[in-house]
Every structure is written in structure tokens, then in C-alpha cells.
């Protein structure tokens, strides 16, 4: 039986996180409904739920997180231009229904359970999206295996690039700094060596060791950072206040710190597998601070601790030339007006190809003296 439910907070926790692929912490019931709780999603933040779940004799069998969505900020996928084209043709764009971890471009699964029920998932979409009268259905950062699955389902597929770090054997850091051109090694001792000269020392905790004023501290600093972009961010006080502390146990905060005072940080999350990197801000500008933070420290304690990956976020060229190498990222997209479908399945095809060349040429700008290409 498939069903839609408006709010995940109706839905067992501990049946819904048994489905949950790969330890992914984004598609935790607690990391979900964090957002219900403080109203970063729901009707009245544009987030309107529209959870597809897959049940059969109470059990639940497998999902796909969904929105009914009246525009396309936080998703990171943009497809603003789609939108303005489909209006100069006469059709309407919004409301659209997407499949995403909302404020978050985690590269990782996006369907819980038995991926043999993606049919049955698409079927349930398909219905909100009749009754809802929505233009399409857009599944975002999925991985490759599902966006072939979704392909043969009639969705087009569309590519992106992040920058990540993975280990290649390294060992600890120096076997990762012998492993980068000597110009590369060079540039990055001396921005580390910056911030310890500027005095400030920089230290990864686990979120069950931060204590309340260093969580009131991450959220001065993304309240900053959005500022200075120029708008008020997606995540409300009451996210940071209430719900992120009761998320430690997936968080990974670096503290940077002048005699014992915090004046920079960045919030992660975490497993075994990979570190993700969501937000980050500072008091005051420190050079190579943001470099230290946000990169090297992570990278340093992930081959401490045995984690394989660091994703730190969306774009950022910058990146390379510290060791994260360019990964293809998928989308899949359905749009119900065949016409705007065909236009979209042109460009993405197009864009693929530009994308594809493009992660060549950065490989081929690689950091590593041997000149790694995965």
C-alpha cells in the first residue's frame, strides 16, 4: 500500500531510520523532523509535506521524502531558468514536488528501503502531483544507481560537480601532504602555519562535547554569514536553539579559539563513512582561518579516526588545489508538459557534456604529484 503523509512526525522513528541507506545522518527521522518541529519546513516556510511511504501489513517497506514546493530556494540544484522558460511558454512551473534533504546538497541516496519499490514510490509522486496539480517531480542528489533507476522511469538525468576528499591510502596527514605536488604541500603548511601564528588554535570536537554557549556561538555565526549574503538564512532560531543540540550525536564542530575564546566554527555531520560540511562563519577575519576550519582540520581528523570522506558543500574551485577532487553528482527531473520535459532533457544533455569536460580539465589541474584521477 502506498500512502503520503504531510508530517514525518507521525511516522515510527525506529521503522523509518531502519530504512535509511548507507548511515546516511540527513535521512534520519530526528535530522527530518528538526525541521518540522522548528517550522523550517512545512506550509507556511514553502516546504509543504508530501512523504511517500511504501507499507504492507503495518510494516513499512520503503520511502521518499517530498515537498510540495511554491519556489526553488534550498534545494541547490537551481532551475530557475527552467522556471522562466516554462513562463514564457505558458506554462506553469509551480507548485513542483521534490525529493531532497531540504538546505542540504549531501551527495548521497535519497530512497529509503527496497530500492525495488521506486516504481511504487514514483506512483504515489505521480498521485500527489495529479491532485496537486504540479508541473514535475525533481529527486535531488540522489546517487548514480538510483538516477539510472529513475531514468527508466521516464525522469532525465542531470549532472553536477562537488570537490571531496577522499583518503587514497594515505595513512595519516603528512602521508596525505607527501602525496601533494611540492608547491600545493608548501601553500598549505603556510596557511596553517598562519592561523597558529595569528595565535588561534583550531580543535575538532564531537557535538556531545560542546556546551551551550558554543552551540549559541554556530548560530551567531551562520546568522552572520547569511547576513553578509544578504538574507536572513533558511535555518530559524528555534532550529539552532532546540533541536540542533539534540542532533550531537551526528555533529562534528571545529572551534577555532583566541586564549580560550571561540571566534570562528564550522557544523558537520558525520559517520563512519564521510563528514559533510553545512555551515561555518567567524567574528573576525583571520587569513587561512577559513581554509583551516573548513578543510584542513576535518581532512586531519578523518584520517585519524578512519573516515573516508570529507563533502564540503557545494561548489568551490577553490577546493581542488587542497585536495578534493571533482565528483559528479545526479539529479533526476520529470516534467508533466511534454514540451517543457523535451527542452529540459536537451539541455541537460548539453550541460552533462560541459560537465563531464569540465571535471576533466580540473583532473587534469590535479594537486597530487601523481596525478590521481577516481
Known amino acids: 500500500m502506498v500512502s503520503v503523509h504531510e508530517r514525518l512526525a507521525g511516522l515510527d522513528a525506529v521503522a523509518w531510520d531502519a530504512l535509511v541507506p548507507g548511515d546516511d545522518p540527513f535521512l534520519e527521522h530526528a535530522f527530518l523532523t528538526s525541521f518540522e518541529r522548528s517550522g523550517a519546513t512545512g506550509r507556511a516556510a514553502g516546504w509543504a509535506g508530501a ?15 517530498t515537498w510540495l514546493r511554491g519556489d526553488s530556494w534550498g534545494e541547490y540544484v537551481f532551475d530557475h531558468g527552467w522556471a522562466n522558460a516554462a513562463h514564457r511558454s505558458g506554462i506553469r512551473y509551480f507548485p513542483k514536488l521534490t525529493s531532497a534533504i531540504p538546505f542540504t546538497p549531501a551527495a548521497a541516496g535519497r530512497v529509503l528501503g527496497d530500492p525495488g519499490l521506486i516504481s511504487a514510490l514514483v506512483a504515489g509522486v505521480e498521485g500527489v502531483r495529479q491532485a496537486a496539480k504540479a508541473s514535475s517531480h525533481h529527486v535531488l542528489f540522489c546517487n548514480a544507481a538510483e538516477s539510472e533507476a529513475f531514468r ?4 532525465t538525468v542531470r549532472l ?11 595513512g595519516d596527514f603528512a602521508g596525505f601532504l607527501g602525496r601533494l605536488t611540492s608547491r600545493r604541500r608548501k601553500e598549505l603548511l603556510r596557511e596553517r ?3 597558529r601564528e595569528a595565535g588561534v588554535d583550531v580543535r575538532v570536537h564531537r557535538g556531545e562535547e560542546l556546551v551551550a554557549s558554543e552551540w549559541a556561538a554556530l548560530h551567531r555565526w551562520y546568522r552572520n554569514t547569511q547576513h553578509q549574503h544578504g538574507h536572513e538564512g533558511y535555518l530559524p532560531p528555534a532550529w539552532w536553539e532546540t533541536e540542533l543540540p539534540g542532533l550531537a550525536r551526528r555533529a562534528l564542530v571545529v572551534l577555532a579559539r583566541r586564549d580560550g575564546v571561540p571566534i ?10 564521510a563528514i559533510h560540511g553545512r555551515y561555518w562563519g567567524a567574528d573576525e577575519e ?13 581532512v586531519e581528523w578523518a584520517l585519524a579516526h578512519g573516515v573516508r570522506r570529507v563533502e564540503a558543500g557545494a561548489q568551490g574551485e577553490h577546493k581542488l588545489q587542497r585536495g578534493f577532487l571533482p565528483r ?4 533526476a527531473h520529470r516534467m508533466a508538459d511534454p514540451r517543457l520535459h523535451d527542452a529540459v532533457a536537451d539541455f541537460c544533455q548539453r550541460e552533462g557534456e560541459g560537465i563531464a569536460a569540465a571535471r576533466q580539465e580540473y583532473l587534469g589541474h590535479s594537486p597530487f604529484s601523481d596525478s590521481i584521477v577516481t
Open 51 to 65: 512523504h511517500v511511504v511504501v507499507e504492507e501489513g503495518g510494516a513499512l517497506l520503503a520511502a521518499l521524502p
Open 152 to 155: 527508466r522511469l521516464g525522469y
Open 160 to 170: 553536477g560537480l562537488q570537490f571531496q576528499w577522499e583518503d587514497d591510502g594515505y
Open 286 to 298: 583571520v587569513k587561512g582561518l577559513h581554509f583551516e576550519v573548513c578543510y584542513h582540520a576535518l
Open 264 to 273: 570562528a566554527g564550522a557544523l558537520n555531520f558525520w559517520t563512519k563513512e
Open 193 to 195: 602555519r598562519m592561523v
Open 328 to 331: 559528479l553528482t545526479y539529479s
